[in-house]
């Protein structure tokens, strides 16, 4: 971006340098000789402070757009940034529809922005309306006298790529993820070299809006894997591409193939995208045929849970056959609610996620001090029942908590020895 910003301002120092000399008409002596001297110092720090003070003190004359455009182009020649961003400030107080100070205003807020300012919300907000601005007047923007053809249609195409990346950046940041897309496709597109940036920053336009299409998750993974090419040694890119990548086909097989595309590819080639399937995974029916394949003694507390409650009857009857009235295996569980003789645990990582109780154990001896709410036991009950209205739950007895410390075995006491009297 840096490269573009240098091109543009430099192409237009020419062009300002041409057009002071004789294209404007000052009657007043004292502002002409200002004019005059100031545009004819050679030291380019000197000479942009010189015109600077000449648009202060002539706040009226015809020069004076023309003079702060001057000293801020001068200023870049002289590698005074700040006075740049400065001047481009009082410009567009001159002329706010000057391009050359919008597209150094929306530089200079580009860049505190993705430093994370403090106030880089406001700053975001300010860059995109003056980029939508800008891309306004760049439509019907003309030539203007004594700028080459070639010099005009660089200085255009820099504008439109900073303008559309900054507008989307805006847009990205207020979570209007459509606008920021269109704006930073547009960035990107023009670009012979996209800036990784605009690259990152439609990746995550893509991938952050809820619910998200195909299109969006596939697109967002392809310029997650075009941006880990352009910055190999940054791991969110290929840690970001492969998690999406993997979400929407099943597996990572295939990515490396899409990162090596990309190498040679800003955008996708056509078809590429097309040619990833989609994961479907199997229908509940589909899992629970599966997993009948299985001793179903071995099963695990979350296998039994889910035939029993995607199961069709027969099923549900062949697994619950073969659990009720045993001793299960010892089973790890969240205790949700307790009382002095029972326990409502969750078993599974769904159920320890959402504190929700899925067994629940009557303890074969009272507890004097229950487990508390939010902790893990380690319970072995037998199995009597279970129902799944209105939700999944099992129900045991017999149950003994083997993470309760076992009870001291009690001290010997040696009888006292009686003293023989005399």
């Known amino acids: 971006m840096k490269k573009l910003l240098f091109a543009a301002l430099l192409t237009l120092t020419s062009f300002a340098v041409a057009q002071s000399s004789g294209k404007i008409v000052i009657t007043d002596p004292g502002e002409s000789n200002a004019w005059a001297q100031a545009s004819s110092i050679n030291d380019p720090g000197a000479k942009a402070a010189a015109l600077e003070q000449f648009a202060t003190m002539y706040p009226n004359s015809a020069a004076r757009e023309q003079a702060l455009q001057l000293a801020m182009t001068t200023y870049q020649a002289a590698g005074n ?8 400030q009082k410009l567009l107080d001159v002329n706010p529809n000057n391009v050359l100070a919008l597209f150094v205003r929306v530089y200079a807020l580009r860049q505190d922005v993705m430093r994370g300012a403090a106030d880089a919300e406001a700053k975001a907000k300010e860059m995109g309306a003056l980029a939508e601005r800008a891309l306004g007047l760049l439509t019907d923007r003309k030539k203007d006298e004594g700028m080459s053809e070639a010099d005009f249609a660089a200085q255009q195409s820099a504008f439109k790529i900073v303008f559309n990346g900054a507008a989307g950046h805006a847009a990205l940041v207020a979570k209007d993820y459509e606008k920021a897309q269109k704006y930073l ?48 040694t940054w791991d969110v890119p290929v840690k970001t591409g492969k998690y999406w990548y993997k979400k929407f086909h099943g597996s990572e097989d295939g990515w490396d193939a899409l990162v090596e595309t990309a190498k040679t590819s800003v955008t996708p080639p056509q078809g590429v995208l097309a040619g990833i399937t989609k994961y479907v995974p199997p229908s509940p029916e589909d899992q629970v045929a599966d997993m009948l394949k299985n001793d179903i003694t071995k099963m695990s507390y979350a296998e039994w849970i889910f035939i029993l409650t995607n199961g069709n009857q027969s099923q549900k009857e062949l697994v619950w056959n073969s659990l009720q009235g045993k001793t299960l295996p010892p089973f790890l569980g969240k205790v949700i609610e307790t009382s002095k003789d029972q326990l409502k645990l969750a078993v599974t990582a769904d159920g320890f996620e959402s504190n929700t109780p899925e067994v629940a154990v009557t303890m074969a001896n009272v507890y004097k001090t229950a487990p508390p709410v939010g902790s893990n036991v380690q319970i072995q009950a037998n199995a009597v029942s279970y129902s799944t209205d209105p939700a999944f739950m099992m129900q045991l007895n017999e149950g003994q908590d083997l993470t309760a410390p076992a009870p001291k075995p009690k001290a010997k006491t040696t009888p006292k020895s009686k003293t023989r009297r005399r």
């Open 185 to 232: 496709r547009v960035a990107i597109d023009s670009n012979p070299q996209p800036d990784a940036n605009d690259v990152y920053q439609l990746a995550l336009a893509y991938l952050s809006p809820r619910p998200m299409t195909d299109d969006a998750m596939l697109n967002g993974m392809w310029f997650m894997a075009r941006l880990h090419t352009m910055v190999p």
């Open 81 to 88: 940034a700040a006075k740049v961003t400065e001047v481009s």
